[in-house]
């Protein structure tokens, strides 16, 4: 069994990579996914060839335990390269995979090969277990990193997107990183402990996460596409993304409550060059443009769309929503639509219209967006509302 799980997990992380190298217009994160899924498949060949071909010695191979060194540092670039963090990859970035290089240059130069964990043994080698636990803090390094780095991700996209699907938010990357900890958790405790049943649930494991990871990574299109290294997030231009996954998960962090205090944004702004009479235009500029235009019914709305449509600088834009409206833009867009299906479901010429085109209409992309946004700035479901009206 463990045999079918290698070979099945090698031969999807090759297809994987291969997709992604001949996808066209393959961005930088495409192919940081592309380099990872290889190395995820190269410990499974090592295995798969060591079971069908006795004796075979694959020199590159021989350091398949500390091939999971570089998980934790691809996972990061990953995620720097999705949101817009890093636009190319420089010699400094390959600092993270220094352990990994300096343990395999001194297995090729030595010889030195640590003995595979084996389920049938009752106890592994010292060496093993020294190996387990120093991946496993590594990893749990990384994924601190990650989770720190996707909360704030999450604290940048209501400022530029008015739909929140998951290729936006990219909440799956945070199940995705606890993922790769468990399996190597798995790994770890099997080793330390000697309880060698756990091996073949680390390798299914593994299997599963290839499969996971591969799955969400072919459909995710870049969120950020900063112009200027070291530009500030919320002065990057998004890419289009993904709008077809069904769920719209609610961004951590701090936006939940969609406002922010007058101390947090005179500290955020407090060199923007936005003067109070500037402000005082674009903010019944946007007023009105929102009422006499209906922007807002566009599902892809974004404040760079908006801001070019309206020809107001997007910082400024930015500035008026969270400093005159007290929202960041992702609620202010939606208290929009909202009032409009509310006036919808008012109307009595609409009464035979179905809540699902009621939403679309008035720019929403999904009925689970709709009902999500809806209870959260009314209180109460679609349903319940058309229900109160009747």
């Known amino acids: 069994m463990m045999d079918e799980l290698m070979f099945t997990g090698m031969v999807h992380a090759c297809f994987t990579a291969t997709f992604l190298a001949a996808k066209r217009g393959r961005t930088l994160n495409d192919t940081v996914l592309a380099v990872w899924m290889i190395f995820m498949a190269l410990p499974l060949l090592s295995g798969v060839a060591g079971r069908f071909f006795d004796g075979i010695s ?21 995620v720097q390269t999705l949101t817009g963090h890093i636009g190319q990859l420089r010699p400094a970035h390959l600092v993270h995979f220094a352990p990994f290089a300096a343990i395999s240059l001194f297995q090729l130069l030595s010889g ?29 390094a990384y994924t601190v990193a990650v989770i720190w780095r996707l909360r704030q991700h999450g604290r940048e996209v209501v400022e530029h997107f008015s739909e929140l699907s998951s290729g936006v938010t990219l909440v799956w990357l945070y199940w995705v990183t ?42 995710q299109a870049q969120v950020f596409d900063r112009k200027a290294a070291g530009s500030e997030p919320t002065m990057s231009a998004p890419r289009a993304v993904e709008h077809t996954v069904p769920a719209m998960p609610e961004p951590a962090g701090p936006q939940d409550s969609g406002t922010e205090t007058e101390g947090d944004s005179n500290s955020r702004y407090s060199r923007s060059g936005l003067t109070e009479e500037r402000a005082e235009r674009i903010s019944r500029k946007l007023e009105a443009f929102m009422r ?3 922007p807002y019914l566009d599902a892809e709305l974004t404040i760079e769309k908006l801001a070019k449509r309206m020809a107001v600088p997007r910082h400024y834009l930015t500035q008026v929503i969270s400093e005159r ?20 479901l008012r109307d009595p010429d609409g009464a035979e219209r179905t809540l699902l085109d009621i939403a679309y209409a008035a720019g929403f992309n999904s009925k689970s967006t709709f009902n999500t946004a809806f209870k959260r700035l009314t209180g109460m479901t679609p349903s319940q509302y058309r229900r109160q009206m009747s």
Do not use: C
């Open 325 to 344: 409206h007290g929202k960041n833009f992702y609620l202010f867009v939606n208290e929009y639509r909202i009032e409009a299906v509310k006036a919808a």
């Open 112 to 140: 030195w090969t640590p003995a595979m964990p084996n389920p049938t043994d009752e106890s592994f080698s010292p060496v093993v277990r020294l190996i387990g636990a120093v991946n496993l803090a590594l990893l749990l």
């Open 292 to 294: 006499e235009d209906q």
């Open 178 to 219: 606890l993922g790769v900890f468990g399996v190597f958790l798995l790994l770890f405790l099997g080793s330390a402990l000697s309880i060698n049943t756990l091996l073949p649930i680390h390798i299914a494991a593994l299997v599963a996460f290839i499969l996971t990871l591969s799955f969400f990574g072919l459909r």
């Open 58 to 78: 694959i020199p590159v191979l021989r350091s398949n335990l500390i091939y999971p060194l570089t998980y934790g540092p691809f996972l990061w670039l990953y």
